[in-house]
């Protein structure tokens, strides 16, 4: 290995945070709990933002931007919003510097405070909502279906590189509708967007659901969610949906003309997925070896390396790889070359292995005179020779077959992990053993549930949409209940 | 028109701040000096930064992201640097809030207040080159080419839309050479990515040159730029590329280890273009009557209104309609079909006059008889009758015709509004009656320099790089100067 990494069944906390620094996604920052997204982790977050933005834009939404700061006082206008977000946030008091009277670098100008202290965006709903009252008269200027792509910041005291830091990227989705019934349309619209999204590009099977009251996000009636398994058997919260109401709309005063010529508030909705999603795509399929990414979020698929003694050996595999790397950029393969001299090939598969690089090929001389070459995948570890004459095709298939493995492979994963149990006995057993999702009877109370949390760690991920109607009697209470939640230890 | 504009020769500035909110391009937000970016704005913006973003990669370049967060201190590090940019800024102090003692709202708690204050970027040199220092050993891990598209704030005192806001969003590059000539070849080839961009796709033409050391960004030895004018007579800069020496190494102390076995400092460049080019791209065209948008940036191409009386009329145009949309869409032209029943054709026809949708098509029940259409295009408000079934060819070499022509507007009238002189009294004359760029010898003092600017509010725009060497006399002091510089009044 180019990188020792520590293996995820010594501890597999630290294997991701060795993962993510050594593979090139992230580090730390000079400012606390702040990261810098590096290159090669960047590129897969653009090619999640491409994808998700493109989805976005099918379903009728524009982008559009709103200001980082927001005035303090906004938050006091939604009693819920301000209890969940105001508290841990990025203050600016003033907006000078002046040179240090003792000629030292630069010092606060005090006579440069703000009147009104502006809070860094935590979340947009409030600055939002306060530019739509101007936007919005009659029913005619509804829906309005907007994204924003931003940096948020929410001032957390135990940060971890994606999965929870101080500064953060995503898109926060705001929109405004004439009727309730669209507006939970369009929250289980995005819900969907956010499953398919991680189904079908990070390959990371989701269960869909609804929050309990007590995960509810801070000012919304409903709050749907699509929820992850790690391979630790903790659960990860990878995008949420909620249903406003007119909470916002009141607190704004955004009020409508109707077509029917009353006047109501506007009925709305947000969503959000944000750069925590790298922290699930590692954390789903990587394993000791480093990185393991689907293809289709891969910023390059494939990585050619040249096995080579002599000079003439390099000049002749060139030659001949600059044909493949035709054929596979026409099929639209990314693909990289890597014949820089200053490394052995053994340093370079370890290092592209490292990466999470769905495909490696390499060619000798050998390959040359047989019409060979030999296909490595990352994510079975396997090798088998190919024919150079079809490769593009051979590869195009290969990936499409590692994107549809690395799913399954998470899928069986999930399934393995997903646990009924009939009494509070067995869950706490079951989370201990074996972890995992935890399939069980709830009463619906906000007392049990806070109840179990304190005595397990294990909270309600979501209530299934797809779960069955059921009688049964909650673990800890007793009491009836119809319907199965899913609980699990979450990040 | 449906929504009266001030002309441009009553009043250019009143003009441009209206022409900018009708259009729904931005509106100034809650917060002072923060804009919000509507969406048909924000559309546009995405255009420029999808052409940019692949000009740097195809350029060798990647994105990366760092901390929105800088320590006071970092500002300290580099002397000019500080003076620059670490005055006028946006300063966070505390990390939390708390209930008002009160009960009204919320306060800043005195508890949280941080060890040492962090400020809002205003640009990242800092933060980066300390980043930098930890990715940087040997030559082998040079060159370093990362841009971030970011917001960034910078606490403006008189704001205007696009123009000046005290948070905009731009894209910054910050690259790390082994040698002096490698990072000076990348400032310039950075600044012939801009001028290609604004020649090319916002069909500004612009000129190319140096900053004088007055005008330098703060921290450069070098700095390039792209100047272009504005049909009053104003210049705008739209873009810089700056030759950073080995000033933020050292100050960072990223040293290497050269090919040759010794140590050397890094050599560094940055460069950025921001969402000001949106203010540019407005003042260059646009006309009284709103917006001409060039076709490479607009959000839709071509607008299609039927013009009809009875239901069944609209019912066979729209069945035509939806071929030609078909058939535009499969040319790569986006189009928007407006067949919305709550507005009539003439307020349709100012609107999208207003939002400068290069081509307009407009579709009646004799034009199905007759198998053609009414095409009107923006830049020259002209119409003609075209022929339904070649329409998609037609209107492709039309938007052709429309981007040419657009850049030749402008081309044109920055010629008639370059004007040499010879003496100051020539240089305050032409400043005074004509505006423009004025091409006149200096003596290239920093002391002349801010003379003339005082008198007549005239900058040095830039050092062309195409000037030629010409023997003179400076018009300020009559001190000898060998090549001619270009002035011009500045946004």
Known sequence: MAKELTLRGENYSQWYNELVVKADLAENSAVRGCMVIKPYGYAIWEKMQAELDRMFKETGHVNAYFPLFIPKSFFSKEADHVEGFAKECAVVTHYRLKNSPDGKGVVVDPDAKLEEELIVRPTSETIIWNTYKNWIQSYRDLPILCNQWANVVRWEMRTRLFLRTAEFLWQEGHTAHATKEEALEETERMVNVYADFAEQFMAVPVIKGSKSENERFAGAL???????????????????SHFLGQNFAKAFDVKF?????????????????????????????????????????????????????????LNEINAKVDEVVKKL???????????????????????????????????????????????????TLTKEVAQLENIDQFVADLLDDIQANIYKKAFDYRTEHTTKVENYEEFRDVLKKKGGFVLAHWDGTPETEQKIKEETKATIRCIPFDGEE????????GKPSKKRVLFAIAY
Chains 1, 2 share one sequence.
Not at 222 to 240: C, F, H, N, V, W
Not at 339 to 368: H, M, T
């Open 222 to 240: 409903e709050t749907y969610t699509i929820e992850a398994l790690m391979q630790d058997g903790k659960a990860l919260q990878s995008g949420t």
């Open 257 to 313: 003309a109707t077509k029917e010529g009353n006047e109501d508030y506007v009925w709305a909705t947000s969503w959000g997925v944000s750069t925590r999603l790298m922290g699930a795509l590692v954390m789903a399929h990587s394993d000791d070896n480093g990185l393991v990414l689907p293809p289709k979020l891969a910023p390059y698929q494939v990585v050619i390396v040249p096995i080579y003694r002599k000079e003439d050996q």
């Open 329 to 379: 950029k026409a099929r639209g393969i990314s693909v990289k070359y890597d014949n820089s001299d200053n490394r052995k090939p053994g340093w370079k598969f370890a290092e592209y292995e490292l990466k999470g690089v769905p495909v490696r090929l390499g060619i000798g001389p050998r390959d040359l005179e047989n019409g060979t070459v030999e296909v490595a995948r990352r994510d």
């Open 470 to 477: 059921e009688e049964g009697r909650c673990i800890y209470s």
